[in-house]
């Protein structure tokens, strides 16, 4: 019945820099009197609902009234209205996306109030959305993202209300108590008035050129215009009006169609999806938080076996490049994902086309005159991943903000320390990299390290013992913590230093004698 929700009060909710709230903050704020407590929890608990009181250990202890729970000064949970998404995480990683989220629901006019629900990095969101599918959208978002979606008989505790442990809670967005009542309230108006077309989408509304504009048919030209309305704040039927208005040439399909509105509607469901799939990324920051937002989905998969643990160490290597770029869509060659993975190039070829037949990645474009490939990052939405498990465990390294690029990937990647055996050298390789980042200062048992990486106890053993001869790795009868040697000197160890250099070295050859070939073939003006 966990009712936290993770978060990282030093990262953005409303597209600026905000500070964790601060104890005196978050204690005046726990301190709110009864009515504001009982005016929240009618805001966002279903009518005629009880509450289920919770002890300190998070345990049922029995329904009474919403108003005997905050009388008492009891914690509580309720079940949530229909119209209400509520969302909770409890990892500092998941706080990422439960911000990614709020931000994609304020960029489109909806009004998200996020708590910080007692715990350090512990958040929950609440919505109001009148729109089923919309409602819907957010919360398969949210589900991809990993976070615990509440409704239905998934209790979560309302606003301020009070902590089991008496934690303090606070309002993190927004900061005003008036405001976020006022969000929540039933008839909260979910979007902000339309706005007009890009010259570029008016354009092409009003003359129908979908070659001009590089569309493959009407078909898709009608697509792309329905995500242009609903970014705009569009309905439906206004989109619909315009479509039927005769001056708008690129109607003329819809006009054609016997049933223009059912049409309309399939296309309209179909741009819905694909804007709340990826919101409009306005600058560098809004691209970080999309990133952010893959990275957190991909901290909760289980990436099984050997070849998992290769898969994970290019998809890491791919936020690496994403988040110094700034950028969704990126360059990135098959060597330059080798140095930053600790991999060969021909392998990180093999792994690309297990990680975009898996939904991670993207090939927007393929090598061309002498350019490298162009991906961009995604969450996966296949159902064989949908029902993938997901594991709950907490690094002491997990990402708090995105100021440094080395607080969200994981640590020493390419490190020579990690190199495959199969390089010509006794590295420790992937598999042991993934057990050694897992570890934090906590002590971990391998029976719960298993499970999170997928691989069988005894692997996990073996992996142990491996980073434990080199310092990397520290047990006791409480279980096994991550050690801190100079991951140069473990290379030097176990022999494997300077492979990274070479590495590099012998790809800045090959690209030279590429771009002399080139050169000589006179391709360069191509």
């Known amino acids: 019945m966990g009712s936290h929700s993770a978060g990282s009060a030093q990262t953005t909710i409303g597209g600026g820099p905000r500070t964790p709230p601060s104890r005196r903050e978050s204690c005046a704020a726990s301190g709110a009197t009864r009515d504001l407590v009982l005016a929240f929890a009618k805001a966002v608990a279903r009518p005629r609902t009880r509450a289920l009181l919770l002890d300190s250990n998070n345990n049922s202890d029995g329904w009474v009234s919403i108003e ?34 709020a931000n994609e629901m304020r960029h489109h006019g909806l009004r998200p109030v996020v708590v910080a629900s007692g715990r350090e990095d512990h958040r929950h969101l609440f919505c109001r959305i009148t729109d089923r599918r919309q409602r819907d959208l957010y919360r398969g978002k949210a589900r991809a993202a990993h976070l615990d979606v ?40 979910d979007q902000p008035g339309p706005r007009p077309l890009s010259p570029r989408m ?29 970014n705009a704040n569009w309905t439906e039927e206004q989109f619909l009006d315009a479509l039927l208005n005769p001056k708008n040439t690129a109607g003329r399909k819809v006009r054609e169609q016997k049933h223009p509105k059912e049409y309309i509607s399939g296309r309209w469901r179909k741009a819905q999806a694909r804007v709340a ?5 306005g600058n560098r ?40 770029t700034g950028k969704l869509i990126y360059h990135a060659s098959v060597r330059e994902v080798g ?28 090598a061309k005159h002498g350019e490298a490939h162009t991906w ?55 598999s042991a990299q993934r057990v050694w980042q897992v570890l934090g200062r906590e002590p971990r048992q391998p029976d719960e390290l298993a499970p999170v990486l997928g691989i069988k106890r005894r692997m996990v053993q073996y992996h142990l013992a491996r980073l434990a001869k080199h310092g990397l790795a520290v047990g006791d009868r409480a279980g096994w913590r991550r050690g801190s040697p100079n991951l140069i000197e473990v290379a030097g160890e176990v022999g494997t230093i300077g492979t990274r250099d070479t590495q590099r070295l012998d790809h800045k050859r090959e690209r030279e004698a590429y771009q002399e070939y080139r050169s000589a073939k006179g391709l360069d003006s191509n």
């Open 68 to 101: 005997d729970a905050i009388a008492a000064g009891r914690a509580f949970a309720v079940e949530v209205q229909h119209e209400v998404v509520a969302f909770d995480a409890d990892r500092p990683d998941l706080s990422l996306a439960l911000e990614a989220i």
């Open 150 to 189: 509440r409704s239905g008989p998934r209790l979560i505790r309302p606003p301020l209300s009070a902590h089991r442990q008496g934690l303090p809670v606070a309002l993190v967005y927004p900061v005003d108590l008036e405001q976020a009542l006022a969000a929540l309230a039933a008839n909260a108006p």
């Open 202 to 230: 008016q354009h092409l509304l009003r003359t129908g050129d979908y070659t001009g504009y590089g569309y493959q048919s009407r078909s898709e030209m009608i697509l792309a215009l329905a995500v242009a309305a609903v």
């Open 277 to 281: 799939d990826r919101p409009p990324i």
């Open 285 to 324: 920051d809004d691209a970080r938080q999309e990133i952010l937002r893959v990275r957190a989905a991909c901290e909760g998969y289980r990436w099984k076996g050997r070849g998992g643990a290769s898969e994970w160490a290019v998809i890491e290597a791919h936020f690496v490049i994403a988040l110094k």
């Open 339 to 366: 140095e930053e993975a600790g991999l060969t190039a021909r392998a990180v070829a093999n792994i690309h086309q297990r990680l975009r037949k898996k939904g991670w990645l993207r090939l927007v474009r393929g």
């Open 376 to 430: 961009s990052l995604q969450v996966p939405t296949r159902d064989d991943l949908a029902s993938t498990d997901v594991h709950s465990h907490t690094h002491s390294d997990l990402p708090r903000g995105c100021e440094e690029i080395a607080n969200v990937t994981a640590p020493g990647l390419g490190a020579d320390a990690f190199r495959w055996r199969g390089l010509g050298h006794m590295g420790l390789g992937k």
